[in-house]
């Protein structure tokens, strides 16, 4: 079992910035490939960007150029590092890994809240 937890999240202005972490625990030699996902005020979970053990990173294309992924193996970390923040960014904000061997196993996070308004 793997539990992560993440934060960061709070109120930004357009054009503002946030960082949010995903710390995982539990069984790290299982953690796969890690992802974002978020889901805005009234509509369905969508994914943000992931990134591979090695580090390969891919994004959806309204967040590509404004918002970077990274992980910290060492540390059991995911980050998002989120720029030139939009309204459209407001949503809960997820982490997710997935089992590197077992790939049907999906780990998730509670949440964290990221609202961008003026």
């Known amino acids: 079992q793997v539990q992560l937890v993440e934060s960061g999240g709070g109120l930004a202005q357009p054009g503002g910035s946030l960082r949010l972490s995903c710390a995982a625990s539990?069984?790290?030699?299982?953690?796969?490939?890690m992802y974002w996902y978020r889901q805005p005020p009234g509509k369905e979970r969508e994914f943000v960007a992931e990134?591979?053990?090695?580090?390969?990173?891919n994004y959806t294309p309204s967040v590509r150029g404004r918002f970077t992924i990274s992980r910290d193996n060492a540390k059991n970390t995911v980050y998002l590092q989120m720029n030139s923040l939009k309204p459209e960014d407001t949503a809960g904000y997820y982490c997710?890994?997935?089992?590197?061997?077992?790939?049907?196993?999906?780990?998730w996070g509670k949440g964290t809240l990221v609202t961008v308004s003026s």
């Open positions: 539990g069984s790290i030699s299982s953690l796969g490939t």
């Open positions: 990134v591979t053990n090695g580090g390969s990173t």
């Open positions: 997710k890994a997935r089992d590197k061997y077992l790939y049907h196993i999906n780990y």
